[in-house]
């Protein structure tokens, strides 16, 4: 849409490690809200989504994190959208003083730096990574628990270790925690897959992304390993744990956030999400969050009434107390800037198909 008003440009950044952002979800998610805003033309302020490509390099998120927010024009943050790349370019907006909302990135430690610009749309990975051990052990009913963690400890490492940290309090400590190392890096998981083999364990968390995730799963099935596998990522674009044929239960996942297909509050939004981005239906994870920090960031623009980091970002701060009605519900954050009463389901993959069993919390009441 063009500014064929010349209004003054407020510009909203979007962190994303590479050029395509319309493979991206949450990105065409912040677009549409975007877009809807500038339609209604109720804003003295012109809208603009800037893409921020760190491209997963360290050295480049410091830099175009530093170049946004150099930019008078720049109020606001979106993202990034994986944990790595937020730990690298976190303290950039910080230091600016400008608002940061994220929908994806789970990593614990980006809510236990005492910033007060950053804000999370999701539940904190150790707190999710604690649910899933009570659901491993009280819904499930796992004896004989293994735990695979990638090590990254900006990333997987904290829900690793609270999931066994959990699972042990709840009276069954599991039989082993295998930590990657370097041959795992280099894809050979041949001594992980017998030493877990090895275990005989009835269920197998992966605390892993979703790739090695993926071949790993496979191996084990290979080797008859028979533990029910347990994961994150629900609604991702391929069912990354199922072993068609080879699985002696189907995978369970749990999902970190809303289901846009089953939540009533999403409706409407999905009829118009789908229309204007079908290639996104095969991976609809954190639509309803791309489009809530997005909508929450330009309620607080015209708020402030002006193009100014401070002002907005004082905005972000009272709704974050307050409450801001979204579609996944009503937002508000902690101290730490956390979600409060966030969403986790709970699936099983079978024949490909996502089958939702209910919301965490009211399975283990």
Same mark, same amino acid.
């Given at each position: 849409?063009?500014?064929?008003?010349?209004?003054?440009?407020?510009?909203?950044?979007?962190?994303?490690?590479?050029?395509?952002?319309? #493979?991206?979800?949450?990105?065409?998610?912040?677009?549409?809200?975007?877009?809807?805003?500038?339609?209604?033309?109720?804003?003295?302020?012109?809208?603009?989504?800037?893409?921020?490509?760190?491209? *997963? @390099?360290?050295?480049?998120?410091? %830099?175009?994190?530093?170049?946004?927010?150099?930019?008078?024009?720049?109020?606001?943050?979106?993202?990034?959208?994986?944990?790595?790349?937020?730990? &690298?370019?976190?303290? %950039?907006?910080?230091?600016?003083?400008? &608002?940061?909302?994220?929908?994806?990135?789970?990593?614990? $430690?980006?809510?236990?730096?005492?910033?007060?610009?950053?804000?999370?749309?999701?539940?904190?990975?150790?707190?999710?990574? *604690?649910?899933?051990? *009570?659901?491993?052990?009280?819904?499930?009913?796992?004896?004989?628990?293994?735990?695979? @963690?990638?090590?990254?400890? @900006?990333?997987?490492?904290?829900?690793?270790?609270?999931?066994?940290?959990?699972?042990?309090?709840?009276?069954?400590?599991?039989?082993?925690?295998?930590?990657?190392? #370097?041959?795992?890096?280099?894809?050979?998981?041949?001594?992980?897959?017998?030493? %877990?083999?090895?275990?005989?364990? #009835?269920?197998?968390?992966?605390?892993?992304?979703?790739?090695?995730?993926?071949?790993?799963?496979?191996?084990?099935?290979?080797?008859?390993?028979? +533990?029910?596998?347990?994961?994150?990522?629900?609604?991702? /674009?391929?069912?990354?744990?199922?072993?068609? $044929?080879?699985?002696?239960?189907?995978?369970?996942?749990?999902?970190?956030?809303?289901?846009?297909?089953?939540?009533?509050?999403?409706?409407?939004?999905?009829?118009?999400?789908? %229309?204007?981005?079908?290639?996104?239906?095969?991976?609809?994870?954190?639509?309803?969050?791309?489009?809530?920090?997005?909508?929450?960031?330009?309620?607080?623009?015209?708020?402030?009434?002006?193009?100014?980091?401070?002002?907005?970002? /004082?905005?972000?701060?009272?709704?974050?107390?307050?409450?801001? #009605? +979204?579609?996944? $519900?009503?937002?508000?954050?902690?101290?730490? +800037?956390?979600?409060?009463?966030?969403?986790? $389901?709970?699936? *099983?993959?079978?024949?490909?198909?996502? /089958?939702?069993?209910?919301?965490?919390?009211?399975?283990?009441?």
């Amino acid at each position: 849409m063009e500014n064929t008003k010349n209004k003054p440009v407020a510009k909203i950044g979007f962190g994303l490690p590479y050029d395509t952002p319309h #493979d991206a979800t949450g990105y065409c998610a912040a677009e549409l809200a975007i877009l809807e805003a500038n339609e209604r033309d109720d804003l003295p302020f012109f809208l603009e989504l800037k893409l921020v490509n760190d491209e *997963r @390099n360290v050295d480049r998120a410091l %830099v175009v994190s530093k170049e946004f927010c150099e930019d008078p024009a720049a109020v606001g943050m979106l993202g990034p959208l994986n944990s790595p790349m937020s730990h &690298a370019s976190q303290h %950039v907006y910080h230091q600016y003083g400008m &608002a940061q909302i994220s929908s994806e990135p789970i990593s614990p $430690g980006l809510t236990e730096k005492g910033y007060e610009n950053y804000f999370r749309l999701l539940c904190k990975g150790d707190v999710y990574a *604690r649910l899933q051990a *009570r659901v491993a052990v009280e819904y499930i009913g796992a004896k004989r628990i293994v735990v695979i @963690n990638d090590g990254d400890p @900006n990333r997987y490492d904290p829900l690793g270790i609270a999931f066994f940290d959990e699972a042990k309090k709840l009276g069954c400590e599991p039989l082993l925690m295998w930590k990657f190392g #370097d041959s795992d890096r280099q894809l050979n998981f041949d001594p992980l897959v017998e030493t %877990v083999k090895s275990q005989n364990p #009835d269920l197998v968390y992966f605390a892993v992304y979703w790739n090695p995730s993926h071949i790993i799963a496979h191996q084990l099935r290979y080797k008859k390993c028979s +533990g029910v596998f347990l994961g994150t990522d629900a609604l991702k /674009h391929i069912p990354y744990l199922e072993v068609y $044929g080879l699985d002696p239960e189907p995978p369970y996942h749990t999902f970190n956030g809303v289901d846009v297909r089953l939540a009533p509050s999403c409706r409407e939004f999905f009829k118009k999400f789908a %229309v204007l981005y079908p290639h996104t239906l095969v991976n609809l994870q954190y639509a309803p969050e791309g489009y809530d920090m997005t909508n929450m960031m330009i309620e607080a623009i015209r708020r402030a009434g002006v193009i100014d980091r401070t002002a907005v970002l /004082h905005e972000i701060q009272k709704m974050g107390q307050n409450g801001f #009605d +979204g579609l996944i $519900g009503k937002i508000r954050f902690d101290e730490n +800037g956390d979600l409060i009463d966030p969403e986790v $389901g709970l699936y *099983r993959c079978v024949e490909s198909l996502r /089958h939702y069993i209910g919301p965490v919390k009211e399975l283990l009441k």
